[in-house]
C-alpha cells in the first residue's frame, strides 16, 4: 500500500447525514458477510468506502441501495427508515446507483441517453402513447447535463462510439437527470486510463457539491485526492474511519492492505 499525502480540507463546512446506517449486518447462510457497521454519507461530500479484496464493500453497498434486505440494523434516508423498503421505492425518494458494467443505449445519440432518463423526473416515463416529439422539451436540459459532464460538443454521436472513460461520463449525465439526492457510485474508475481516471476523479468531486456521494474504490491515489470521508472495511466490519489523512496512518489499516494492493490501486 503507498501512502499519498491526503488533500486539504476544512470541516467547516460539514452538513448533515443524508444517508445512514446503524448496526448493519448481513448473513448468507452461516457466512457472516457484513457485521455490525455504522456508516454516514453526507451532502455535499465524497464518502469513499475501501477495504482488501473480501472485506465485504459490495455488499455494503448493494445494502445500503436495498439490493440486499440487511439481517439485522436500520438504514435511514433523509429522516425516513428504508430498511424494509423495495429498491424501486427507495429511488424515488433520490437514491441513485451506478454499475460496474456500462449501461448506454449504444445505438442512440448521447442526447437521446439522457433525455430518455430525463422522463421519470419529467413525468414522462410511463406515457408511451406521447410521440417522440414531445422529449423535445427535454432537449435544452438533457445539453446542460452533458455540457457538465464535458460531452457537449459530442451530444449527436453514438453512444457505442464513445472511449469507455466517456460512456461512464454519460452515465453520470444519466444519473444527474434524475436529480438524486444520494449517488452511489460502484467501482466508476474500474478499468479506465490514466487520463479517463484524472477527468472522471475530477467529475465526481464536482458532482458531490450537489448531493450526497458513496463510492466503492480501489484506486488510493483517487481516494486521497476526493475523497472526504473514509470508511475502511475488514473481513466484513469497519476497521477505521475518517479523513485520508488518519486512516492512511492508521497501523491496522497498513497492516490489512500490506500485500493485498500495489501502489497503483
Known sequence: ??????????????????LSA??????????LAVNNVDIDIHHGRVHA?????????STVFNLLTKFYTPTAGRIVL???????????RVARMGMVRSFQISATFGDM??????????QRPNHLSVQFWRPLSSLDRLRPRAMELLDRVGLADMAQRRAADLSYGRKRALEIATTLALEPRVLLLDEPLAGMGHEDVENMASLISTV???????MVEHNLKVV???????????RGEVLARGDYATVSTDPRVREAYMGSEDGGH
Open 1 to 18: 500500500m503507498t501512502i499519498h499525502p491526503a488533500a486539504v480540507r476544512s470541516d467547516a463546512g460539514a452538513t448533515r447525514a443524508v
Open 22 to 31: 446503524r448496526g448493519l449486518t448481513r448473513r448468507f447462510g452461516p457466512f
Open 49 to 57: 468506502l475501501i477495504g482488501p479484496n473480501g472485506a465485504g464493500k
Open 78 to 88: 433523509d429522516g425516513t427508515d428504508i430498511t424494509a423498503m423495495d429498491p424501486a
Open 109 to 118: 445519440s448521447l442526447l437521446d441517453n439522457v433525455c430518455i432518463a430525463l
Open 208 to 214: 458531490a457539491r450537489d448531493c450526497a456521494l458513496l
Open 224 to 234: 486521497a485526492d476526493i475523497g472526504d470521508e473514509i470508511t475502511v472495511l475488514q
